[in-house]
């Protein structure tokens, strides 16, 4: 069997950030460390950190006055920020930049006096956080049947953002449906989705319909993760996500020539180096690396953080 790796896969700039800062936020302050929803929507990177004292908590009701509190990497509304200081806890933000463009982008154009229309998936933790940011202002967009259902006139001045790990498939879908719709509506300055989750999702969408099948290793809460494996579905060919080699279906493989293996932004490389020597051990035959775009984008630690880490080692 051909087992095709997906070049680029795996952890994103945005995901490695956050990490790090729940890393280095161990190290400073110690457990527990409070962190405020998943650092990132991965089941091993999540239980990892839960065994080395993090407590995820869903309020910051949850996190002790006074405590520390990491924010994930998929944002938070200014009410989270503000019950957290009210509480007078110390914060550190691990929003992926990507996601704070969104955000800034929603704050500006309230402030604008525009209706926002936010592309995404209702509920997921970087909606939330968008969506608080201007409630007055947005109205979240599910689909194109969405689209039809909206009231506003043509007189009113709309702009869209969308959540930044949607496919681009399905996005561009509701978007032409709303400039359909709308015509005058305005556009970001620049695409929202962003560039791992675009990277990830033009591999599959070319590689896909080589293969007969496609393992896409990321948890189920994992929207970019998810995402994969309905592109793949979406040009004819099956995929099935998987967290860890132990939730792969061995009859999937019946028949299959060649397979592609690839991973979600916040899914560690062991896990799909663990599957992939576990196919090669049972199924034997080649593996090789998809040509892809080299992604060299780095995002620093932010300055809270910094500032903590260098007045812990100048103390030190």
Known sequence: MKIILANPRGFCAGVNMAIECV?????????????????????????RFVEQ????????????AKQT???????????VRRNAKERGCAMIDA?????????????????????????????????????GEAPDAITIV????????????????LVYLTQTTLSMDDANVII??????????????????????????HVVRHMAPSCDLVLVVGSKNSSNSVRLTEISENVGTRAYLVDDKTEIDHTWFEGVG?????????????LVQEIVGDLVGRYGGKVQSTDGVEEDMHFELPLSLRVLHNSETARV
Not at 23 to 47: A, D
Not at 69 to 79: C, I, K, L, Q, T
Not at 186 to 201: E, F, G, H, L, V
Request: proline share 6%; charged share 25%; with cysteine.
């Open 53 to 64: 004292g993090v407590v995820f908590v869903d309020s910051i009701d949850e996190v002790p």
């Open 142 to 157: 599910e689909s194109a049947e969405d689209v039809e259902k909206l009231a506003f006139t043509q007189d009113d001045r």
């Open 258 to 270: 060649t397979v592609l293996v690839t991973a979600g932004a916040s899914a560690p490389e062991y």
């Open 23 to 47: 890393e280095q936020m161990l190290k400073i302050v110690g457990s527990p460390l409070y962190v405020y929803h998943e650092i990132v929507h991965n089941r091993y990177v999540v239980e």
């Open 69 to 79: 509190v990491v924010f994930s990497a998929h944002g938070v509304s200014p009410e």
């Open 95 to 131: 929003t992926c930049p990507l996601v704070t463009k969104v955000h800034m982008e929603a704050i500006r154009y309230a402030k604008q006096g525009y209706k926002i229309l936010l592309v995404g998936h209702a509920g997921h933790d970087e909606v939330v956080g968008t969506f």
């Open 176 to 201: 032409d449906a709303i400039k359909k719709k709308y015509p005058r509506v305005k556009a970001p300055p620049s695409d929202d989705i962003c560039y791992a989750t675009t990277n990830r999702q």
